[in-house]
Structures are given as structure tokens and as C-alpha cells.
């Protein structure tokens, strides 16, 4: 079968896993009856275990889907310790439901994967050595990929049924009580893991700082909470902002970045009141600071900024230009530490953030988003999951969801080293171009056709040409030439839910 | 069948509802399937109403379960709001499910009984006419009386299935971020209306206060809300302290306060980190000043106090005498106003408060309460709910729940006017004596003899003379001799749930 962004979905696994093909991005107004989770009461039990064999192996049993959250970062210590005892004690057949996979992740999964430990993974991404493990059909069953709204309703509608969670905290009182920002290694926000703690059977906090009873502000509540173990130490909250979140000294990519800035300000949402989200792509970060001035120019403050949150962000809070950060997870340790001072640095669940099947997320009210992308193509589909090469190196993470903006920019260079951005089709189909308007390049931008309102408004920019995206396509060609047509085998490795749940696009096993 | 506490229930009532007779005060550990709303997608969807009889007649239908909360207490404007379009529209058979029912809806729940309009009911408690109609066998269906906690179980386990809530705020969004601590019409805590908005399938908020997006705290979230209409005034906040929570002067009251202090700073509980609740009894609320100066005198501060909150226990809180107050509750404009400024006072939910059926309520930690009774007997059964006319005029409220305390005191005068509170047998038993500990009245004090440790710590506090709980009731009894018995029929005007969901006791329609 084909979906609406003519992507060839395989019939049989479509139908063996009760997929519908991506139809369009409006998820329209149905009624969804939620689930919710089977609950042991815990009247008088100590929840306090030293032991994390204990709380692994009290729990979790073959075939079981077990959960983690990414908020460490690469700096994550909890997902190799559980990991480690569950390979160590021969489970088989888990599925992998965290809310994402960070390199640091990767070779314990990889030998959990050889081992059967682990035979199905659902996540945000995966990058590096799994990445690559998984395009070759290191894993028994295709992977699912999910964006962080798309794995909210997921939660909440049953099609990810989580047994057990392992949640790392930086704080726990011995009932559970926990919260994010506080503590050594705090690292902000706990929006995705708020679904674990809210939808599984069974919930293991793992803390490295045990505080007095009661524990507030309490994000994960001792009523969700049935172990609390106590360990030497579980992460390193200096490597939350490494990875995907640098800053950026490129002069290629501040050009990017001014450009997308001025995209911001000539369009009709920038004016009192506006809401935002920058992302952490390289060139996105760097936007939080040209619109600083912009605001300071114009006199215009935002309502909100929302989404991943890095350290500039909180300096526009602090400095009155955003008058609230609607916080789903803290890029820096900078955003990370600041939330427990910053009352309306508020944190926020994934489902209140981007989840479709809700009364309502925060991306519903977003005037612009940035958001970067490894591929466009000249359909403005979006691809940030696979490499032109075809391998796995990428997360959907808030991608689907924040494209739903009024203004969705998309920034990216042209080309990147021999590697055309701007391509005829892209690899693999992330965000369809109907949720794309601008695409912002060095050497000037395209406007998605459907937007005639933006075409007025940017069409005389000073300095910045408007293109085609034709047109830019064929300036990267012209730089890096054509690529082979990659080869793949007939195998499917992974499925990318968009965040209705249908089926926009599948990776397959790479032929090499 | 008579349960456990040696009630007789009427087996074809218990059978019909599939009740359980109590059987202990130990709840044990269960596993619990949760159940969850079916919930309608609103992206995109203007959830601002003008029209409150829009959103009621949008969404009620003939037969269906409606609720509300009690924060305003008689200060509440919502119920009657609501409850007029609803009578007017001449719905049939509603089952009505507020947390609780004060005075002030008292008239239009008559009119809606005598109408047919509400033909069930479930709630903490009732008082005034309400409760004389219900008793002389007004309601068609038995009224449930549930404690919080029991509300908050019931709730969860979809025993109560809320269709659409009805919940006032006195701040919220155009999408249905919203608190209660905000704004000309604040009550505080939200606490009891958590478990609406979360559970119940529609929820409708109401307030006088329209503020900008996106709105926060956020106690109760915009994906949880379907409409928010505007009105013109939710509540009179001046009105929250009233009813049952007045402040005393009389000297009999005091010195039961004061004995009531004795007991807490003798007992083995009175140490540093120690945690309490002292509810909103007359006594009760006398009892926080003179914990005070003890507190001091000896150096010593509480982890946390617990319940309904009154400004006194504010007062603790920000001397430093108390680290945290986990909120439920407010029973005063004080209370209520203080909430948005001290990050202490923490919002709980009547679930995280009070649910056996959770992985741990606040409860379960409790080390003192004290607590009102309308009646307790000779097996220290406490009766909170009907006058010893056997007419209903009581709560269950916290008073269960709070009950599992490891000291719980009943604070009494030996008796009131006419009539004894010490009994021979309680006309409702509501808590039963085996979660009730010590009984102090201004003449003395019962310690329940299942407690030797606490006899050996109680006996010989000066000026507290220790007697058997005969021995006090014989002294009641002395005061204002025997009453005539009461004559009921044989129908059941209501049933009282223990907060595990048994039946402890039932009360008969009044013969007069």
C-alpha cells in the first residue's frame, strides 16, 4: 500500500502490526478511551531497596516492555546499570520503550539485541553504532519509531503498554517523591518521563540522593512510585548538553540563523504575545540570540517559549522578553538548574506538550518553530532519521509535533561536506511537507507554495533571496553532484509512526 | 449479614450493589486495575464558552454521573449555577458526585431530588435540610457516602464514573490551565477537583477570571479540559472559613485543646521530624496554638502537617516550626491566600492524600491527627455523620483515611446541650475503634486498651485523669440521662462506605 506522501508501506507488516497509511496531518476531533495501569497498593511497604537486582529482577519478566527516560542525556548512568543486570540475569524477548536512545546507550543495547535480551524497541531515535547495528538488521523486529507527542498518545491509547519503568532522579524522598531540578545532578525538566510514571504497572525510581519525606514540588508522585533505590551515582548532568545540543560558531550557519530571524520578524506572527520554539539544532540554538535583539528592538515580548530548553532561552525569561518557558526537557545543565528558582520556567508533561489525542498540547499554540532536518526535499517532507546513506542516525523527537506551528521553519545548509540537504525525495519521510513552510539556507530560502499569505509577506526581504525549493535543490546538486540510488534489502528494520499513529515512512535493512 | 463491627446490612441492597460488608481497618495490598476517561481530541476546537447552559446542555445527558468540588465551601456559586440550567432543562435521573455537599447547595439538590432530576447521589457528607429530606427518605436511590480517600479509590477504580464535571476556578485559560490560588476568588488547594479533572470523561471549568496563555501553576491542565466558561463571580472566598470550621472561645473547647497537646507532647510521637493533622473541628483548630508554643519549648519541628489547612498551621509553616504543608484542602481565606507564595504549602490531590488503593497516601505517614466526632462508643466507633436524632448532618471528610494515623485522637466535649457524645453505640459508625486511639474530653481521657504503649506513656500526665471510655460514657450518661431509641423504618436512606469501599454502616429512613 502507499500512504498520501507516496511512500510504499509493506502490505503484510502494515496489516500483522494493525497500521493505518500517514493520511494527513489533521489529526481531526475523535474520541479516545485511555488506559491506565494496574496499580499494586503499597500500604506500609518499604519502598527504600539498595539492591537494583532486586528491583529488576522482583519485576521484570520475559517478554515484559520496560521503559527509561532520556533526560541525562549523554550523560545517562541508570540505563547501563539496569541493562546490565537484566543481560547479566538472561531476560528474553523485552521490548525497549524508552523515551529516546543517546550513544551512551548504545553498546549495551547493541549486546542486548545480539544476546535476544531485547527483540523489539520502540524510541524516539537512535544514532551511532545502534543506529547502524539496527539499518543492517542487527534487530529481530522492526523498530518503531515514535515522536515524543506520538509516544504520549501511544501511552495513553495502550499501544505502548509499559510493565516496568526505571526512572533516574536526582531526587527521591523514600516514598518516591521526586522532581528533576534539584540535586547534584539535576537535570530540569522530567517531561517524558512523566508517562512512565503515570502509565506503567510498576514504577523503580533510581536516586543517588535521598532527601527528607515529604519531597516537593513532586513531579513523579509517591502514589505512582513503588521502589526507590538508592545508587552511588546516576549521571553526569556536564554531558546533558553535549550531543545534538552545541552551539554554534559556524559562520555558515549564523548566516542561517540571522536569516531565519528575519523570516521570524517579517512574518505576521511576530508581534506581542507571540510564542516560539528553537530547538537544539546546531544553527536553531543560535536563533534564541538574534531574536533577543529583535524583541529588544521592536518591544514585542512572547507569551511562551516552549519545547527542549537550552540556557538563552531562560536569559530571555530572566530578562522579561518571554514571560513564560513551558519546559518539557533541559538541553544545558544552564536550562537544567535554573528551574527550580524560575517559577514560570514550568515544566510540562509530554502529552501536555505535543500529543495529538489530548484536550489540547502546547504545539497547538505555537506561532513559529525552528527546526533543523538532515534532509528536505522539494515537497518540504522532512527527514532527521536516516543519513544519505540510509542508515539509521537520527530521533523524530519533537519533530512531527512542533511542525504543526503557524510558521514551521525549517534551517538547514544547502549541502553539508559532499552531502546534498536539499534533495529531490528525501531518504526516509519524518514530517510530510504539509507542516513546512519556510526552508532557510545560506544562500536564501523557499516558501512552501500553499503559503501565498507568507510568499506576500517575505517575498522582499533585504538581503535574503527567495527561491524555489527547486531551485535550491538544484544549487546543492550543482555542489556535491548526484548521489547512487542506495540499495536496500526487501527487510523492513523500522517503521516511523507519524504522531497520529498511521505509518508515514519505513527504513529498511541496508544492502552493503 | 452483619459486618465486622457488628452492623446488620440489608442483604438485598449490599447484593444489588455489589457491596462487601467492612471487614479491618487493613487494606492490605491489592493490585488494582485503574481505569481511565474516554477523552475527545480538541485540537484546534475554541474551548471558551459565554454560555454555561451551552457547555451543560452540550454534554449532559438523562442518566448520567455530574460532579463538583466543595472548595468554595458555603461560599460556593458553581453548584447552583449549574445545578438551575440543569433542573430547568428537566434532566431525569442524574447521579450527583461532588466531593462534598455544604449548605448552600442545600435548596436546589432538594428541588432537583423532589423533580426527579438527581435520583442518586454519592458524597462526603450532607447537613441542614439536604440532610433531613435525605433522612426522611427524600432520594429515590441511597445516598453513597465515601470519605476523600474513598472518593478518590472509588474514582479510580470506576466505581464512580464521572460523565461531566463541573469545576469552578477562580483562574484559567482559554485552554483550561488552572488553579485555585490565584485570583479575587481563590480557595487554595484544588486537591478534591484533581481527581474530576483527571477521571471524568467531560470537564467544564468555570471562573469569574480569564487570564493569559498559557496559565500557570497549572494544578488542573488544558489537557484535561474540554470547556472553560466565564461567568461572572465563582465563589465568595470570604465564605470558606465559615460552616465547620470556626475558631472557638469556649473554655470547655480550650481545655480540651489543651489536653489534646498533652497527650501529642507525652505521647512517643512528639519528636523532631513528627508530622500531624488537626482538621477543622471547633477543639481541633485551638489545638494548633497551643502545639505551637510546645513545639518551641521543646525545640522541636514537624515534617510536614496535614489536611485542610487553616491560617494557623500558615503560620507554623513560615515560623519554620512546620518544613511542609501538604495541602488538600483550605478552610480559611488565610490558607487559601497563601498558597501562591509559599513554595511549601504543596497542592496534594485527595488521592496522594488520602487512597488506600494508591501506592501510598500521605496517611500512611501520619504520625498524629485529631479529629471530631459527633458520637464515639464504648469500642471507641466514631459517628461523624448523624445526630443522635439519627438525622444526617456530617461528613465522613478526611476523618477514615486520616484515622490510620499512628496516634489518632478524638477531640469531644463529654457531651453537647442535651445529648451525650460518649455512647454506649454509636448511632452511625463511621470509623471504626480500632484506627481510634485516645479519646480526650474536658473532663478527661480513654485510651482505646489495644494501645498499652500508649497507657504506659499517657497515664500519669498531670492534671489528665485517665479513665476507661465506660467510664466516660457512664459520666455522659450521668449528665443528661438515657435517650429514648430512635424509630426508623426498614428502608435505607444511605450507606456508608468505609474508605476501602466495605460498607461499615447504613442509615435507616426516620420514623416520625
Chains 1, 2 share one sequence.
Not at 77 to 103: C, E, Q, W
Not at 362 to 385: G, H
Not at 386 to 411: E, M, Y
Request: hydrophobic share 40%.
Amino acid at each position: 500500500m502507499e500512504n498520501s506522501v507516496k511512500r510504499e508501506l509493506p502490505d503484510e507488516l502494515m496489516n500483522k502490526l494493525d497500521y493505518k497509511p500517514f493520511e494527513t496531518v489533521d489529526f481531526g476531533n475523535p474520541e479516545i478511551q485511555r488506559v491506565a495501569p494496574k496499580v499494586r497498593a503499597t500500604t506500609g511497604k518499604n519502598k527504600l531497596v539498595d539492591s537494583l537486582e532486586k528491583a529488576v529482577t522482583d519485576n521484570v519478566k520475559d517478554g515484559m516492555t520496560i521503559s527509561f527516560h532520556h533526560h541525562f542525556r549523554e550523560g545517562d548512568y541508570v540505563f547501563n546499570m539496569v541493562m546490565r543486570i537484566i543481560i547479566d540475569h538472561g531476560y528474553k524477548d523485552l521490548t525497549l520503550a524508552p523515551s529516546s536512545l543517546t550513544n551512551t546507550m548504545n553498546d549495551i543495547t547493541i549486546e542486548a539485541i545480539e544476546k535476544g535480551v531485547v527483540t523489539n524497541i520502540t524510541s524516539s531515535g537512535m544514532r551511532g553504532t545502534l543506529g547502524d547495528a539496527v539499518s543492517h538488521g542487527a534487530l529481530e523486529n522492526p523498530v518503531i519509531f515514535r515522536s515524543h507527542g506520538g509516544r504520549a498518545r501511544a501511552i495513553e491509547e495502550g499501544n505502548i503498554k509499559i510493565d516496568v519503568a526505571f526512572l533516574g532522579v536526582p531526587n527521591s524522598d523514600e516514598m518516591g517523591n521526586a522532581n528533576g531540578m534539584d540535586g547534584e545532578t539535576a537535570f530540569g525538566s522530567l517531561g517524558y518521563a512523566l508517562m512512565d510514571a503515570k502509565y506503567a504497572d510498576k514504577v523503580v525510581l533510581i536516586t543517588d540522593n535521598i532527601v527528607d519525606y515529604p519531597n516537593t514540588p513532586a513531579s513523579i508522585e509517591q502514589t505512582q512510585v513503588d521502589y526507590v533505590v538508592k545508587v552511588d551515582k546516576v549521571g553526569d548532568p556536564d554531558k546533558i548538553g553535549s550531543g545534538a545540543t552545541r552551539f554554534t560558531k559556524d559562520p555558515k550557519e549564523l548566516k542561517i540563523a540571522q536569516t531565519v530571524n528575519n523570516v521570524i520578524v517579517h512574518s505576521p506572527y511576530f508581534k506581542d504575545g507571540f510564542s516560539f520554539q528553537t530547538g537544539s539544532g546546531g544553527a536553531a540554538l543560535a536563533v534564541t540570540r538574534f531574536l533577543r535583539q529583535s524583541m529588544i528592538d521592536n518591544g514585542i515580548t512572547a507569551s511562551f517559549a516552549l519545547g527542549g530548553i537550552t540556557k538563552p532561552t531562560i536569559d530571555l525569561l530572566e530578562e522579561g522578553l518571554v514571560k513564560k518557558v513551558m519546559d518539557v526537557q533541559d538541553f544545558d545543565k544552564g536550562a537544567a538548574q535554573s528551574m527550580k528558582s524560575n517559577r514560570d520556567q514550568q515544566e510540562i508533561s509530554a502529552t501536555w506538550y505535543a500529543d495529538p489525542a489530548n484536550k489540547g498540547a502546547m504545539v497547538d499554540k505555537l506561532d513559529v518553530v525552528i527546526l533543523s532536518a538532515l534532509e528536505i526535499d522539494t515537497d518540504y517532507n522532512v527527514n532527521v532519521m536516516s543519513g544519505s546513506d540510509g542508515v539509521i542516525r537520527g530521533a523524530v523527537g519533537g519533530h512531527q509535533d512542533a511542525a504543526t506551528a503557524k510558521l514551521t521553519i525549517i534551517s538547514v545548509p544547502l549541502v553539508r561536506g559532499r552531502i546534498a540537504t536539499v534533495v529531490p525525495e528525501v531518504t526516509t519521510n519524518v514530517t510530510p511537507g504539509d507542516s513546512v513552510d519556510v526552508l532557510v539556507t545560506e544562500v536564501g530560502i523557499a516558501i512552501n507554495p500553499k503559503r501565498q499569505d507568507l510568499i506576500d509577506a517575505l517575498q522582499d526581504m533585504p538581503g535574503v533571496p527567495v527561491y524555489t525549493i527547486e531551485e535550491l535543490q538544484q544549487m546543492a546538486e550543482a555542489k556535491v553532484g548526484k548521489p547512487e540510488p542506495l540499495e536496500y534489502t526487501d527487510r523492513t528494520v523500522a517503521m516511523v509512526e507519524y504522531r497520529d499513529g498511521t505509518i508515514i515512512d519505513t527504513i529498511k535493512e541496508i544492502k552493503d
